[in-house]
């Protein structure tokens, strides 16, 4: 309905020594497709891996991708799922296209996907305010993974050093991407056909900040000066 194709659902897959979990809204992953009956035509699911903090690099991404392989094995009508970049925060592992690149390697394409949270990029190290940086995120990302263009893209200012590792979501033009950079992004035509979604902060009623920023957006995107 009005004109919405997909509904994003965002999960958290922690991988640790003794078990591997992926609890999206406190509901276990193989119980989704029971959920995906909605009025949308489909649902996806972001996931961003956690790594136990025991673990290195290198084998937290390890059993992150054998779990993911078991759980789209086990669950083959179950929504497509969409592989998160994070900031680097803590054990959050998926902060650049290569390590995304060694979760996907081996699963199915058609049943997995790349999500780009804008907040996130920024505090990867990711500069999304230069021509240089933008295509920077492409270059690498399509070396790293193969693909086209990301599934999805959660579109978040941030307050935060560039670099940082952080992860701090700010309304659309009052943080250190600012319109210059959103402009850059909603008039990209590589992005024409990917869905972009506000994860921002709220106002008292939950719904002025978000108009404001849908109008910021649309004006940016139909070429209003930034």
């Known amino acids: 309905p009005n004109g919405i ?7 958290r897959l922690i991988a640790n020594q003794s078990r591997l979990a992926a609890i999206p809204n406190g509901l276990p992953l193989e119980y989704q ?3 995906s009956d909605r009025p949308l035509a489909a649902l996806e699911i972001e996931l961003e891996v956690v790594a136990d903090a025991r673990d290195p690099t290198a084998a937290g991404l390890a059993r992150a991708a054998s779990g ?3 759980v789209l094995a086990s669950t083959p009508d179950a929504p497509r799922l969409l592989l998160e970049v994070t900031a ?3 054990t959050c592992l998926g902060s ?7 979760l996907l390697d081996g699963l199915p394409a058609h049943r997995t996907g790349v999500c780009w949270d804008t907040a996130h990029l920024w505090g ?14 492409w270059s690498e990302f399509r070396a790293a993974t193969g693909r086209d263009h990301p599934d999805l893209i959660h579109l978040n200012d941030t307050d935060v050093e560039l670099g940082s590792r952080r992860d701090r979501h700010q309304r659309i033009g009052h943080g250190r991407i600012g319109p210059d950079g959103f402009a850059r992004i909603v008039r ?3 992005l024409g056909t990917v869905p972009m979604v506000l994860e921002t902060p709220k106002g008292e009623d939950e719904v002025t900040w978000d108009r404001e920023a849908l109008t910021l957006l649309r004006g940016l995107a139909s070429g209003m000066p930034s």
């Open 5 to 11: 194709r997909t509904a994003p659902l965002t999960a």
């Open 33 to 35: 497709p029971a959920r």
């Open 68 to 70: 993911l392989a078991e």
């Open 88 to 90: 680097g925060q803590g």
């Open 96 to 102: 650049d296209f290569d390590q995304l690149a060694a």
């Open 124 to 137: 990867a190290g990711y500069e999304l305010t230069t021509d240089a940086g933008w295509e920077r995120v």
């Open 188 to 190: 990209d035509p590589r």
